[in-house]
């Protein structure tokens, strides 16, 4: 069998070379049947990740051999704080459970980082960020940190990476199914609407400028990762353009959720994440959700962000 002849070294990338277990038993997989009432694939033929499209006991046993780390970030300025709790306790509990886990907190905040226990391979740790005026530049800032964040310190260390919103918890599990190249989230908001009310931005003064019949699926800033240099390129990307927008005065409608989407245009996403992997909990939950993963949770814009 070839399999048993290749060397592990050889092969460069986590996401390369899906080997199982000997011994494995689980269902029969079917072409022929399965769910019907949604799209599991791209026109590109990425995968779009549904509840009942994938086998977690396959999956996991698969990135289990290989012995993958990932990486989150979450950025929790001013008063963002108050959602770190929720995050990180929902995180323990469903977030590549089994897995080595390294949970980037930003904050400007880092005594009020809550106790949370960690378990044994999961690590969280804290960067103090200085707090803003502006809640779009907090948001802007992400990706320049999160670039920074893999060059200084996750290159080499960490396969994977997912950078979340802190104003959201996990429900149920959200694990290997979702692991890719460069993965991005389908935004909840949007996804059964026609491209022409996508949030797009629309001046073609910016770098984020997608033209009407432009663009394929609107992607949400709040969730999106993959294999560490892909999100590398994607950040600096995203970082770059809207710092050369900025010098020009212009800031996209949804700042980096802008950049990202015109990114992910070009650069298409080679896994894609079904709303499920980013609901709300304000949304009425759609027959074609068998299961909420993460939410944004409901906040009080006013209250929360800084004035
Ligand atoms: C949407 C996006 C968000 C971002 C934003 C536009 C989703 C579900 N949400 O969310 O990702 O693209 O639009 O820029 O895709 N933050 C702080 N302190 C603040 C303000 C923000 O820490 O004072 C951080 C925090 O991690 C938060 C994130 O920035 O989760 C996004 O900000 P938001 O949640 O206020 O943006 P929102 O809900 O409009």
Redesign the pocket.
């Known amino acids: 069998m070839l399999c048993r002849f290749v060397d592990e070294n050889l092969i460069g990338s986590p996401d390369l070379h899906l080997m199982a277990p000997d011994g494995l038993k689980y269902p029969q997989p079917s072409i022929m049947y399965g769910r019907t009432d949604i799209v599991s694939v791209t026109p590109w033929l990425a995968p779009v990740v549904w509840e009942g499209t994938f086998n977690p006991v396959i999956l996991d046993s698969i990135y289990q051999k290989k012995n993958i780390s990932i990486a989150a970030t ?8 108050m ?1 770190l709790k929720n995050f990180l306790e929902t995180a323990e509990q469903h977030f590549f459970v089994g897995f080595r886990v390294n949970v980037y907190v ?2 400007d905040r880092p005594k009020e980082v809550p106790e949370v226990k960690m378990a044994a391979g999961r690590e969280l740790i804290v960067r103090s960020v200085p707090s ?1 005026k502006r ?2 530049e ?3 800032r ?1 990706m320049e940190l999160i670039q920074t964040l893999i060059e200084e310190t996750l290159l080499n260390n960490v396969d994977y990476i997912f950078c ?5 918890k996990f429900h149920s599990r959200w694990g290997t199914e979702s692991l890719g190249g460069l993965v991005a ?1 389908i ?3 949007y996804y059964q609407d026609n491209r022409d009310k996508f949030p797009y931005e629309r001046r073609p003064s910016s770098r984020a400028y997608l033209a009407p019949g432009e663009g394929d699926f609107y992607y ?4 999106f990762g993959g294999l560490l240099m892909e999100v590398h390129q994607l950040a600096k990307t995203c970082h770059k353009n809207f710092e050369d927008d900025a010098k020009e005065n212009i800031e996209a409608a ?5 950049h ?1 989407n015109r990114y992910m245009w070009t650069n298409k996403p080679s896994k894609v994440l079904s709303p499920e992997y ?1 609901w ?1 909990d304000f949304k009425p939950r759609n027959p074609e959700i068998h299961t909420v993963r993460f939410s ?1 949770v409901i ?1 009080n ?1 006013a209250e ?3 004035h």
């Open positions: 979450v950025f929790a300025v001013g008063k963002y704080i959602f930003f904050t803003s809640w779009q907090i948001s802007a992400r979340l919103d802190v104003d959201s989230v935004h909840p908001g949400c800033g709040g969730a949804w700042q980096e959720e802008s990202l980013l709300q944004g906040k814009y929360v962000r800084p």
